[in-house]
Structures are given as C-alpha cells and as structure tokens.
C-alpha cells in the first residue's frame, strides 16, 4: 500500500522544499527497567506537493540507531521511510513509516526478534499555543504512535507523550519533554527525554 501510494506521489507531485535532520537523544527511564537509551535518528526530508488535490506530503527516508546505556551496547537499529502531511494550519499531523528493524534480545528485557520489518503511525497535535515573549521560540507536540510488527502479526508499541521544542535558530532546535511507552502484552514504562536537533 504504501509503495503504491508513494508511486502515486511521485507521478503527480513537484518538489518544493528538501532537508536533512541529524537528532541525538537522551532517553532517561523513570522507574527501575532497563529502559535509558542514547538515540541518533538521521532523516532526509522532501515535501512533494500534489498539484490534483494540493496538498504536501513529507516524505523522510530515516536510520536510526539505538544504544542502551546500562548495558553499553546497541539494542535496535532502524531503517525505512515515512510519509505524512499535515492538517488545519499544520495543528494535526499524520504520518506512517514502514521500517525494517535489527534488535538485540540479550540487551532488553523484554523477548524480542533478532530482525523483523514494522509498520508504524504518528499522529502529532501541535497546539497554536501563544507563549508571549516565547511565541516564536517554544512550540508544544502531543503525540502518539502505534507500531505493528508483520513479522508476529501483532501491535508491539502503544507510544504517547509530549515534547517542547526549544527553537535556537533555523539549524539548531531542543526538544525535551515525557513519553509513555505501552509494550503491548508486557511492562509500561515512562521516559524523560532530551535531544539536539540539526536542521539541515
């Protein structure tokens, strides 16, 4: 489905705008599982406007790279693409990325596949909240994503939680904020993250 889709966007869109993002985070557990995780995520993004409908569509090619900080050791490693557009003055966006997926069990405590391929969707609210002096340099995301894993043929992740990025400048951006993690038929976890993100 989605390469059909993506084949349609291709065939009927113009390129408008393209970058690259660069994003390094702190994954911080707030209970006692082996939950805290350095993170780096690197994305290209394209925004392909459909002409027929005009709408723009994100397109973002992605790896990213998990290490667990108890254990020194990587955990997951990421790579695949996702496609999203937003809505009502960029306030809601969806998005749904197919992504191919390398984990190591000995360094989770949860039982995991050595290799399996995911479908995962993110639904983003971004409030147009007015911050005052800070307008133009704090904005607020909730959010949540759902993972399905083709591979057990079941949901793996139930994901919510909202971020604030801190706008420095047009390269540089801070988010930070809280993430609830909901394993489905396992443990719950809470996150406390903080990350640097290069705009590109």
């Known amino acids: ?16 705008d393209f970058g690259f993002t660069n994003i390094h985070t702190a994954r911080i557990a707030a209970s006692d599982n082996d939950d805290s995780l350095y993170l780096s ?23 990213e790279y998990q290490h667990n900080i ?19 003055n960029d306030i809601f966006y969806y998005g749904a990325s197919f ?4 984990q190591q069990e000995e360094n989770y405590p949860v039982e995991l596949l050595e290799e399996t391929t995911e479908w995962e969707s993110r639904f ?18 909730l959010f949540d994503e759902y993972t399905y894993d083709f591979t057990r043929g079941q949901a793996t992740f139930n994901t919510c939680g909202a971020t604030i990025d801190w706008n420095i400048n047009d390269w540089l951006t801070v988010p930070f904020g809280w993430k609830h993690i909901d394993r489905v038929h396992d443990f719950d976890a809470d996150t406390f993250e903080f990350s640097l993100q290069l705009n590109f």
């Open 1 to 16: 489905m989605i390469g059909i889709f993506s084949l349609s966007a291709f065939a009927f869109a113009e390129i408008k």
């Open 41 to 63: 995520r690197a994305a290209f993004t394209i925004d392909y406007e459909l002409t027929p409908i005009e709408r723009t569509f994100n397109i973002l090619p992605f790896f």
């Open 70 to 88: 108890d254990s020194e050791d990587w955990w997951r490693r990421e790579a695949g693409a996702e496609i999203g557009t937003s809505f009502f």
């Open 99 to 102: 992504q191919h997926v390398w």
């Open 124 to 141: 983003v609210i971004t409030p147009p909240l007015n911050w005052w002096l800070f307008e133009d340099v704090l904005t607020l995301h």
